[in-house]
T-cell receptor
């Protein structure tokens, strides 16, 4: 049983396209996150949702729109993809509301390549 | 600005040798500090975390870290490296979800 799962694992697309990445957690957690890891392994938080409500939005371009249909799912939709969006995107979840003190459980990542 | 600094982007040790990965934090609030490990092509998983209960924190796979307020450090150690420890290690500050730039540990046979 995978705790935090993401689909797809790999995504290759052309500049200007729109794509989505899906994330699901079966841990019963209240909070979910999206992170971007660049080619130098630098990991930066993008969004955080608590019980379907946006808590953190870290100066991410508005081409990125998270959507949380329920507290077990947090999807990431990206419009008008750019070369700089190429990265590995990680979904994560934690039990507690976003106070940053709780352990985060990460998905396996989605490697996005924009050509 | 609050930050987490990991000294050494690459560390190589011989199998059986001591592992020391360095993390310093810059914070004016009580830190909630974490060490995560990332194996190739996988997500991050928790090694250990400091939440002010005890300064010496023991984690999984024989790793431990000591919180030293006077040095603003939270270095990760393991007495004897194993080949399976080869991975990327991240120190993180919980309050702002700030991650260090990572240290790649290589274990030499």
């Amino acid at each position: 049983d995978t705790a935090v799962s993401q689909t797809p694992k790999y995504l290759v697309t052309q500049m200007g396209n729109d794509k989505s990445i899906k994330c699901e957690q079966n841990l019963g957690h209240d909070t979910m996150y999206w992170y971007k890891q660049d080619s130098k392994k630098f990991l930066k938080i993008m969004f955080s949702y608590n019980n379907k409500e946006l808590i953190i939005n870290e100066t991410v371009p508005n081409r990125f729109s998270p959507k949380s249909p329920d507290k077990a799912h947090l999807n990431l939709h990206i419009n008008s993809l750019e070369l700089g969006d190429s990265a590995v995107y990680f979904c994560a979840s934690s039990q507690e509301p976003s106070v940053g003190t709780d352990t985060q459980y990460f998905g396996p990542g989605t490697r996005l390549t924009v050509l | 600005a609050q930050s987490v600094t990991q000294l050494g982007s690459h560390v190589s040790v011989s199998e059986g040798a001591l592992v020391l990965l360095r993390c310093n934090y810059s914070s004016s609030v009580p830190p909630y500090l974490f060490w995560y490990v990332q194996y190739p092509n996988q997500g991050l998983q928790l090694l250990l975390k400091y939440t002010s209960a005890a300064t010496l924190v023991k984690g999984i796979n024989g790793f431990e870290a000591e919180f030293k307020k006077s040095e603003t450090s939270f270095h990760l150690t393991k007495p004897s490296a194993h080949m399976s420890d080869a991975a990327e290690y991240f120190c993180a500050w919980g309050y702002k979800y700030i991650f260090g730039t990572g240290t790649r540990l290589k274990v030499l046979a």
